[in-house]
């Protein structure tokens, strides 16, 4: 029976892992490591227990997914003598559990000693790890999980392509970590890895950085989905065809052990899964613990996008088990499930099969193209990347004008929703939130996506991506420096305003609102159809800049808002228009009723259109490969 090297046992000297330690281990002892021997020391007497996200084996998906019927730890030791006990976890333990009947104590000294455990694995265990009891100073090193496989290896020829629009620092880290710790190594992966990078920016110096391995292709600015669309094409054409292709962002940190387990999960998936996504989790890049999603849904009453997992924190143990055991399928339907292309990997066949992403530049075509292929999912414990939070880095050129028009456009073709009147619905919203915050700019940002949409899928057919997206970020509202804003306070006459003093309390904060408050809003649009004055304390209220934030005890029938990105140090201010307000509301409808009338035209224009949008020699000719 053959077996493999699936996992190495993770210990990292990156800032994330100095600063988080917990995601790698716990324990109640001094842990040093060394970043040029890889091997790591155990301080003195203590416990250390590798439960963790990165080295805990995730069981009871390896025995779903795989052909896995065995598991071993292997290790190598030296130093006072010590004890390895296999740890478990089960779907409701509240920390790890030891399994006595799986041990060894090491006979001590300065030779190192291997340690091999087969470890006991029943078919409720989640997840399978190790402890190390220490009686004096210990060092490790060489510690990996093997499995034994029922069957042969699977050949897999994995492709990593990343698009990268001006993120020189992200993408030419990531190219030497693939370098160094992937191609340069003496795992199997090595013999059977190319990476695409797929310079929008044209950038990057691409003769200095491609070899026999890696490939950089400057390529027009054609967004997320050209990018990965000619990564995908590059892969299928590469001189060893790949079987897979891994889609990862540019702006993201990634451990190069995710990719090597991924390669490792794909040579042993029973045939179930041979043509299922791997979607790797979004950790955040600033607060590193912290898990946001791995696959999402679409979530069919308001179109809007949707994790499908709570929130998660991977330095905790028992949210780690929760994310192995969790059930998507109480909650999510299959049909709306996708997974996002920060770490998305896809089978050839599957491309072959559904053909390219839609020509939409940038959201919705990881979602679009989800849902049109309805794959199995596999996910995993440590499979993933950290990417900067949304939070941080609202673009209304995104979250209005692109967002708008591509979920229209992927409502047509594929049948994202139930109906397309869910994102009508959408629109209707953002469109009445950004004018009950006097945001008449960004209003009128997502009439112009609806706007862009209604004109059919000729207009996408054409290389105009670019300048829409561009021309999206040159209306936009415009937020100033802290000091221009300041200044502008000034000469307003807001007195009491000095950004100096404000605090993450003062910009978040909202209060509630009585029932007659909410009434007058809905009916009002926040006083917009009806002047009422009422008494103020001052003349403005500060509200956060992002635009799905709704502070509505804050802004209710104020006059003067003051809007602030406090991450960026930015801002703006907006005075109620009523006019404006006029101008807005005339547009939508005017559009709405374009929209009634050339419905059934305009989805079976885009449904007719989704095969050749989609097809490779449309690509091509798209991106001038040809």
């Known amino acids: ?32 490591v060394d970043p040029e021997t890889r091997e790591w020391t155990l301080g003195g007497t203590g416990t250390t227990d590798f439960t963790t996200y990165f080295n805990a084996l995730s069981v009871l ?47 001590g000294g300065n030779a190192w000693e291997s340690v091999d455990l087969t470890l006991n694995v029943d078919d409720e265990m989640v997840l399978a790890g190790f402890q190390i009891k220490t009686t004096g100073k ?9 499995l034994d496989i029922d069957g042969d290896l699977a050949d897999v020829e994995l492709s990593l392509s990343t698009t990268t629009f001006k993120k020189e620092s992200y993408i030419t880290k990531n190219i030497n970590l693939v370098k160094k710790k992937i191609l340069d190594s003496d795992n199997d992966i090595a013999k059977h890895f190319r990476m695409h990078v797929i310079d929008n920016g044209q950038t990057l110096p691409y003769k200095e950085l491609s070899d026999d391995k890696v490939t950089v292709s400057p390529n027009e600015n054609v967004g997320g989905a050209g990018g990965f669309a000619r990564g995908m094409i590059e892969s299928m054409e590469q001189d060893v065809p790949a079987t897979h292709v891994l889609l990862m962002d540019d702006d993201v940190e990634v451990s190069p052990e995710s990719i090597m387990r991924t390669y490792n999960l794909l040579r042993i998936v029973k045939p179930q899964y041979s043509e299922a996504f791997v979607s790797g989790a979004m950790l955040n890049y600033e607060d590193v613990q912290d898990m946001r999603e791995d696959t999402g849904f679409i979530e069919p009453n308001i179109g809007v996008c949707v994790p499908a997992k709570p929130p998660l924190q991977v330095t905790k143990f028992v949210d780690i088990v929760y994310n192995e055991c969790y059930d998507e399928t109480m909650s999510v339907k299959k049909a709306n499930r996708y997974a996002a ?24 075509d990881d979602v679009e193209y989800g849902i049109r292929c309805k794959p199995t999912f596999m996910t995993m414990n ?9 939070e941080i880095r609202y673009n209304a050129a995104v979250e209005r004008y692109q967002s708008i028009r591509n979920g229209m456009i992927a409502q047509m073709t594929t049948e994202l929703a139930p109906s397309i009147d869910t994102f009508l619905r959408e629109l209707r919203d953002q469109v009445n939130l950004e004018l009950k915050k006097f945001n008449y700019t960004d209003a009128e940002l997502a009439l112009a996506g609806f706007e862009d949409f209604l004109k059919g899928p000729d207009f996408i057919k054409k290389p105009v991506a670019q300048e829409c997206f561009m021309k999206a970020n040159r209306e936009k ?61 001052k003349d403005y209220v500060v509200i956060p800049s992002a635009g799905w934030i709704y502070p509505a005890g804050m802004i209710h029938d104020e006059k003067i808002i003051v809007a602030v990105d406090w991450f960026n140090k930015k801002g703006i201010i907006r005075t109620k228009n009523v006019d404006r307000y006029k101008e807005v509301m005339k547009r939508y409808k ?7 009338k050339h419905r059934s035209r305009l989805q079976q224009e885009y449904k007719a259109a989704r095969k050749t949008l989609t097809s490779i020699p449309f690509w091509k000719q798209y991106l001038g490969m040809e």
């Not at 493999?4 to 990156?14: P, S």
């Not at 409701?92 to 041990?103: I, N, R, T």
């Not at 210990?138 to 093997?146: D, G, K, L, P």
């Not at 005017?590 to 009634?596: G, I, M, P, S, T």
């Open 1 to 32: 029976m053959p077996s493999m090297r699936f996992a190495n046992v993770l210990m990292e000297t990156t800032p994330r892992a100095l600063s988080y330690p917990t995601m790698y281990y716990h324990t109640d002892q001094s842990v040093s």
């Open 61 to 107: 998906k390896l025995r779903k997914y795989t052909r896995a019927t065995g598991f071993h730890l292997h290790l190598e030791i030296k130093g006072a003598r010590c004890t390895v006990t296999q740890t478990k976890a089960y779907r409701l333990s509240p920390e790890p559990e030891l399994e006595p009947k799986v041990s060894a104590v090491t006979k």
């Open 138 to 146: 210990v060092t490790c090193r060489n510690a990996y999980y093997t």
């Open 341 to 364: 292309w920060w770490y998305c990997c896809i089978p050839m066949s599957v491309i072959k099969r559904n053909g390219m992403p839609m020509p939409i530049f940038v959201r919705y």
């Open 382 to 390: 440590g499979l993933g990347i950290w990417h900067s939070k949304f």
């Open 477 to 537: 509202e415009k937020l100033v420096s802290f000091e221009e804003l300041q200044k502008q306070a000034d000469s307003m006459g807001l007195e009491d305003l000095d950004l100096s003093t404000l605090t993450r309390q003062v910009i978040d904060y909202d209060k509630p609102r009585t029932w007659t408050e909410r009434a007058f809003d809905y009916v009002t649009c926040n006083g917009h159809r009806v002047l009422v004055t009422k008494p103020k304390n």
């Open 590 to 596: 005017r559009d709405l009723a374009y929209f009634k």
